[in-house]
């Protein structure tokens, strides 16, 4: 997991350009640094190593006034075929909405595990 913060770190630079970008793939790189610095909250290092592919969003938005909906962008890196290593990041995106009673807002960091190539290809990671 540790080959996953250094190429997030290692192509942050890279994407100067687009700010907004570059921003989004450091926060995603802290949400997952200060997980796994909490010992009673971190990831399962056993967990870590069964996984797929890591889905990374920090800031998810939640809003609802009767309907509500559910916004964010993040990124994604799944093992390399040998298993050894991670993928570059790419980006993801999770949207949706409700119907119903019910109020309110939130923003919350999402850390998914996806445990098996069947799971990324549902997610049409692949």
Not at 30 to 37: P, T
Not at 39 to 47: C, G, H, S, V, Y
Not at 115 to 124: F, H, P, T, V
Request: glycine share 12%.
């Amino acid at each position: 997991m540790k080959h996953f913060l250094l190429i997030t770190l290692a192509i942050a630079p890279l994407l100067g350009k687009e700010n907004e970008t570059a921003k989004r793939l450091e926060e995603a790189a802290a949400v997952f640094s200060e997980v796994m610095a909490t010992p009673d909250k971190a990831i399962p290092q056993d967990l870590l190593e069964k996984a797929h592919c890591i889905v990374i969003v920090p800031g998810l938005k939640k809003g609802a006034f009767i309907v509500g909906g559910k916004y964010g962008k993040g990124y994604l890196s799944c093992r390399k075929k040998k298993g050894v290593g991670w993928s570059a990041p790419g980006t993801v995106r999770i949207e949706g909405g409700s119907v119903g009673f019910q109020i309110g807002g939130s923003e919350t960091d999402v850390i998914m595990l996806v445990m098996n190539e069947r799971g990324a290809e549902k997610l049409a990671l692949k």
